[in-house]
């Protein structure tokens, strides 16, 4: 054994591997160069104890007996570290080291000098919160890393503006006039053509229109009420020649069979015969001093035309409101617009929609009209003041979790030069429409170089489109906005007018020609105006980002295991220690086949090995000045008062 232990020194001394070995067994065992050993209970932890049945110095008790069991305990450990394997020595020493020093919570008691149960209480606690750890770490990688899309959060935040820009505002009368219906169809054909354009164009009759696509006789027998109202209408006053104009036949199905050859003829061809769909909107809608009978921008009249665009939508024309002073600096009544608008609810047709009135759409001045975004349109009824007050909010997805689109960005889409949503939606349906009918619905967009192509009432009425199919495929198509803005409204409301002021004010605006009644049967009073000068933002960003990750990562190990960064780089350490003495043993382990080494070292190992028990007063120990074997130091065992060692 002995032997092998100058072997290894002799390597390791030679590859300068072990050069420090000397100041780190001396200060384990405390022992000065030539001054003996010096016991400490350091030693006793890291090299274990001694225990012997058979006490070498009898039952002398006293100080010196206790001395020299102590003395001679050291000197047994001692030899015993001497003979043990460097390499494996060292790792031990490694070892404890890291038990002793080490920030992770409980190692240190698995080193001690702890009962066996006691340790295997401290181990199972060490393996309790470190499943723990693992289990609430795996969790926030799940959130962080591994979920589709990652996990987001959203802060709300509220920004005072200085200036804020009045909302573009859109007045819409759904209901032609039923007069003006019957003049462009020539008085004869109106009240059939009114029936016809319910037929084609009101949400009441989807169901049928759908099924009269497929098969025009089933959707009659199945829809026998539709039937029946067109019989109740007399088309005996209707002469031959507008019959064949406008294909109408004795029976419903005789009608619907000829509009659908008519469908067939193309757009052109029946705009030239009895009028464009567009034209029916522009001569049945209603005209500015119409619709609006009194306006009131922040103090001033704003009758004038220059304030007012006419605008196409899916449902007509319809009247914005654009003021070339936009500019709002104070919330409340005093920068509102009022305004007082005349419905003509007794001559509405409500071809349309079921209900009399006016509809207001409510957007971002920047934004482009879209027949699709009609999320934030309000009704409103004869009869009624309103008081509606509005208020902005702002949404930003920051995340980059979401394949989307900045609003406002150009080069997305072939008919509008900035991106939105709706915008994107109206294109896909306009194309989808022209690939299928022929024809666009109105209000959608069209290439600059072609003509509009609105589809007419034959074509809207009988092509084989299943519009809802159509937009389930582009909402799937068109990627959703990373931003955008609305606005947030309070409505309140009164009757309207009071009897005292449609005796007193009113005719001071309106003549003494508007009787009360009329008034309140037709009219709506609005005063629209800014809430608040806040505007309430919404940010959408990552929950755990790269740093955010580490700290909720490094404050689980913290609480579970009392781990840090620095814990890292112990254990590394570590295991680069290690690492470093077993590539240094199996180094040794290969050069051992060497040829044998020649006669001069085997004599003075010979020799050094006879000098090794010269008396049992001298004993080798590794402690001390160690630069090889010949340097193994002496440690002389105390006499005492008689001459006994």
């Keep these: 054994m002995i032997d092998d232990f100058e072997d290894a020194m002799e390597e390791a001394n030679g590859q300068g591997l072990f050069g420090n070995m000397k100041n780190e067994l001396g200060s384990e065992l405390n022992i000065p160069n030539n001054d003996g050993i010096r016991p400490t209970s350091r030693n006793r932890s890291r090299l274990g104890d001694v225990h012997d049945d058979k006490d070498p110095f009898g039952d002398s008790g006293g100080k010196d007996g206790s001395e020299k069991r102590g003395s001679l305990a050291k000197i047994q450990q001692v030899n015993s570290f001497s003979t043990m394997d460097p390499t494996w020595n060292m790792i031990r020493i490694l070892a404890n080291d890291f038990g002793d020093q080490c920030s992770l919570h409980g190692i240190y008691a698995l080193f001690s000098k702890r009962s066996i149960p006691a340790k295997i209480l401290w181990a199972v606690a060490i393996l309790s919160m470190n499943g723990l750890f693992f289990f609430y770490f795996y969790d926030l990688l799940r ?88 019989s109740e209408i007399d088309i005996s006053n209707v002469s031959a020649a507008h019959r064949e104009k406008y294909r109408i036949a004795e029976t419903l199905q005789g009608t619907l069979e000829k509009w659908k050859e008519a469908s067939q003829m193309g757009t052109h061809a029946f705009d030239d015969t009895i009028g464009s769909t567009i034209q029916f909107y522009n001569y049945t809608g209603p005209g500015l001093d119409q619709l609006i009978k009194f306006c009131l921008w922040k103090g001033n009249d704003c009758m004038s035309p220059d304030s007012w665009t006419r605008t196409l939508t899916n449902g007509g024309f319809c009247w914005i409101f654009d003021p070339a002073d936009d500019e709002v600096f104070t919330a409340g009544q005093s920068q509102a617009l009022h305004l007082i608008m005349d419905t003509e609810a007794e001559r509405g047709s409500a071809i349309m929609h079921n209900y009399l009135g006016v509809s207001l759409d409510i957007k971002d001045r920047s934004k482009m009209v879209s027949v699709s975004d009609d999320s934030q349109q309000i009704l409103l009824a004869p009869g009624i003041s309103y008081l509606l007050s509005f208020q902005i909010s702002e949404f930003m997805d920051k995340s980059d979790t979401v394949d989307c689109i900045f609003e406002g960005s150009g080069g997305h889409l072939r008919y509008f030069p900035e991106y939105s949503f709706p915008a994107c939606i109206d294109e896909c349906l306009a194309d989808a429409e022209m690939e299928t009918c022929g024809c666009r619905e109105l209000g959608l967009p069209y290439p600059e170089d072609q003509q509009p192509a609105v589809c007419n009432m034959f074509q809207a009425m009988l092509c084989n489109m299943n519009k809802t199919n159509i937009l389930r495929n582009c909402y799937r198509q068109c990627k959703p906005q990373c931003d955008f803005s609305r606005y947030d409204f309070q409505i309140s409301f009164g009757t309207f007018p009071a009897p005292l002021a449609a005796e007193y004010n009113m005719p001071v605006f309106f003549g003494n020609d508007t009787e009360y009644e009329y008034m309140k049967d037709n009219m709506i009073e609005l005063r629209m105006f800014l809430d ?76 050094d090995k006879g000098s090794s028990g010269k008396s049992a007063d001298t004993v080798c120990t590794n402690g001390g000045s160690i630069e090889g074997v010949e340097q193994v130091q002496e440690v002389t065992i105390p006499a005492d008062r008689d001459g006994e060692k």
């Excluded at 462009?184 to 054909?189: G, K, Q, T, V, W």
């Excluded at 053509?193 to 696509?213: G, I, Q």
């Design 143 to 230: 959130d962080a890393v591994l979920r589709d899309p990652p996990a987001t959060t959203t802060s709300l935040s509220y920004d005072q503006q200085r200036v804020v820009h009045f909302p573009r505002l859109s007045i819409c009368d759904p209901s032609p006039d039923m007069e003006k219906i019957d003049e462009f169809f020539e008085y004869d054909a109106g009240p059939m053509m009114r029936f016809l354009l319910a037929l084609t164009y009101s949400p009441m009759f989807t169901e049928f229109k759908n099924d009269a696509r497929v098969d025009i006789a089933q959707a009659i027998a199945d829809h026998p009420e539709v039937q029946e109202a067109f």
């Design 532 to 607: 608040d000068m806040f505007i309430m933002k919404s940010n959408v960003q990552r929950q755990y980002e790269t740093f955010s990750i580490i700290s909720s990562a490094g404050g689980l190990a913290g609480l579970f295991t009392g781990a840090s960064m620095l814990t890292v780089f112990e254990i590394i350490e570590l295991l680069v220690s290690i690492l470093h003495l077993l590539l240094v043993r199996l180094s040794h382990k290969m050069r051992s086949y060497a040829p044998q080494r020649n006669e001069r070292d085997s004599g003075r190992r010979r020799s």
